[in-house]
């Protein structure tokens, strides 16, 4: 079975403040994603990698970065955070086969508030 | 840009009746086409997919169209069980075949 691995599962954090969500997979998985979730907007690709040491932009990259120090690791970083950053995120990882995303195996996500 | 419409925000259905979500996407060269569901209070989880060298699939009761002219498809659930009641998402890959993009879900609820 895939394992995807978030941490924190939730977190509260301070308008202005850094915040880092971390992601850890188990599956030898080429593709990562940064997903969030808002109720009414389903779910937005932030950022992705499909390789170590290489991240790309998804559709709302402003106000986030990523970074993909291993295969194994990807990490979401809100350097500024704002009010308008609280939602549930979630990491994803995919084996990817013949260059195409193949099925994502989702995290349990992190619920994240910023206040 | 690259999209995934899904049409229906919310779907009940009688319990043993057939439900129908439908999405539409953008790119005529998406190849791979997902489907998701999310239990309440939980993550996503992978229940079935087509891919665009067919145009039917089909898993136990879940059943997969593919209609590549009209740039739609379509997941049918047939005999809907109580547990079937979650939030369903499509999804899509797209020229950048690495990038997934989801359409914003639909929020099925089996009716006893």
């Known amino acids: 079975e895939a394992a995807v691995t978030q941490s924190p599962r939730s977190k509260v954090a301070v308008t202005g403040g850094k915040v880092t969500l971390s992601c850890h997979q188990t599956n030898n998985h080429d593709y990562m994603y940064w997903y969030r979730q808002d109720t009414g907007h389903g779910l937005r690709l932030i950022h992705y990698s499909y390789v170590a040491d290489s991240t790309e932009k998804g559709d709302i990259p402003d106000g986030y970065k990523a970074s993909r120090p291993s295969q194994e690791n990807f990490s979401l970083i809100l350097e500024l955070a704002s009010l308008s950053q609280t939602a549930v995120y979630f990491c994803?990882?995919?084996?990817?086969?013949?260059?195409?995303?193949?099925?994502?195996?989702f995290g349990s996500g992190t619920r994240l508030t910023v206040l | 840009g690259e999209k995934v419409e899904q049409h229906e925000s919310t779907l009940s259905v009688r319990e043993g009746d057939s439900a129908v979500i439908n999405c539409t996407y953008t790119d005529t060269a998406s190849s791979y086409f997902p489907w998701y569901k999310q239990e309440a209070g939980k993550s996503l989880h992978f229940v079935i997919d087509i891919r665009s060298n067919v145009d039917r699939k089909q898993s136990q009761r879940l059943i997969v169209l593919l209609d590549k002219k009209a740039k739609r498809f379509s997941l049918h659930i047939t005999a809907t069980q109580p547990e079937d009641s979650a939030i369903y998402f499509c999804a899509a890959t797209y020229t950048n075949a690495y990038k997934v993009i989801f359409g914003k879900g639909t929020h099925l609820h089996v009716l006893p």
């Open positions: 994803a990882s995919s084996p990817g086969l013949g260059g195409v995303a193949e099925t994502l195996y």
